[in-house]
């Protein structure tokens, strides 16, 4: 293959899909493709900065859009600690709790309106009743139970104000894809359990009737926010054993309950309806903290997906030489603010390539470390 020809790096032309700007993984690539087409995991095995990252983007942005959905968590009537979950077109999350709220003060307005009228009636009733029965006793007594009337509304209205519990029966969306152009992508690399399985807050007024309700203290976990997306994850050995199993779990199911993840919480308490998980997963790592995965996640990543094993190098050819050149133009435009490099620049990060490969013949593909000369 011929040299590209051109005088700066501006000149040379980037593909807008970030799985074609993918450098030396060309088998990578095609599997990448082929599991956002079946919707099949997949376990990447290789060095840091050889792009198991940008597969995982890669892949998001070939899903489709079209099934995204919102997740809703709902007061229960019958267990207010085991909140209940619905889902909806993607959008109509934040509708449904606007209409809810609206709804909800409307009933608080139209209380305090009859509760006023009330209060009316009660400094009214005893002036007519001492014109209607000519007795000041009449008059004291109905006065003084207007008083005691008028105080226990203001203690309402305080209380009103002040206690949560009139915002309970108003859901949470916990899930929230309005205006997502595409599937989503989460990077759960080093996300403690809470993050990467969902939480239930603790609430410091749990008692005496001052708390927050439990449906309102959901916080629904990267597994769950990827749902219809990808959920991407680097060096998963360094994951806790009983959080890969929980992760297996939810893997097989497609749903996962959301509890609280700290024993002591008052969160601990509260366990939600199944909230629907279904990702595609991309584990990644190196040779050894591969080998330390739970062996039944990784059975089930084989089984029901792909294991691929990233390269290193790439042969020393003007087709990959090439392939540097459009990798440094894509770095300068994503960085936007350094200068495009000249032809003479790019031969320079060229043989910076070759050396940083190791191996006679070969360029290097581990990109982040080239990129990082690139930006200084």
């Not at 139970?145 to 916990?174: A, C, D, H, T």
């Not at 403690?192 to 939480?199: I, V």
């Amino acid at each position: 293959m011929a040299p590209i020809k051109f005088k700066s790096t501006k000149d040379i032309k980037i593909s807008k899909k970030l799985i074609d700007q993918i450098i030396g993984q060309e088998s990578a690539v095609n599997i990448i493709k082929k599991a956002a087409q079946q919707r099949r995991h997949v376990l990447l095995i290789g060095s840091p900065g050889t792009g198991k990252s940008m597969l995982g983007l890669g892949l998001a942005e070939l899903l489709p859009k079209e099934k995204l959905v919102d997740v809703v968590s709902f007061p229960n009537p019958n267990d207010e600690n085991s909140p209940m979950i619905r889902t909806l077109p993607a959008g109509q999350g934040r509708e449904t709790v606007a209409k809810s709220k609206t709804q909800n003060l409307g009933s608080v307005k139209n209380q305090t309106i009859i509760l006023f009228i009330l209060v009316l009636l009660s400094m009214i009733a005893p002036w007519w009743v001492r014109e209607q029965y000519k007795s000041d006793i009449m008059f004291a007594a109905f006065f003084l139970g207007g008083m005691m009337f008028l105080g226990i509304f203001v203690l309402y209205i305080n209380l009103s104000r002040r206690m949560p519990e009139q915002k309970s029966q108003s859901p949470k969306v916990i899930v929230d894809n309005f205006k997502k152009k595409q599937a989503p992508f989460f990077d759960a690399t080093g996300a403690h359990a809470g993050a990467l399985l969902g939480d239930v807050l603790h609430d410091p007024f749990q008692s005496g009737g001052l708390g927050t309700p439990a449906h309102e203290r959901v916080v629904a976990g990267m597994i769950h926010k990827a749902h219809m997306g990808v959920l991407f994850i680097d060096e998963m050995a360094t994951l806790q054993a009983n959080t890969q199993q929980e992760l297996l779990s939810a893997l097989q199911e497609k749903k996962f309950s959301i509890t609280g993840q700290s024993e002591r919480s008052a969160g601990a308490m509260v366990r939600t309806e199944p909230v629907p998980c279904n990702f595609v997963m991309i584990a990644a790592g190196n040779y050894e903290t591969v080998k330390n995965m739970h062996p039944a996640l990784r059975s089930r990543i084989r089984g029901y997906g792909y294991e691929v094993h990233m390269e290193d190098t790439m042969p020393d050819n003007e087709e990959n030489r090439n392939k540097i050149a459009i990798f440094v133009a894509q770095e300068v435009n994503k960085d936007e603010k350094i200068p495009h490099f000249t032809k003479e620049a790019v031969d320079v990060i060229i043989k910076e390539a070759q050396k940083m490969a190791s191996r006679k013949g070969h360029l290097t593909l581990r990109l982040r470390e080239l990129g990082g000369l690139i930006r200084a």
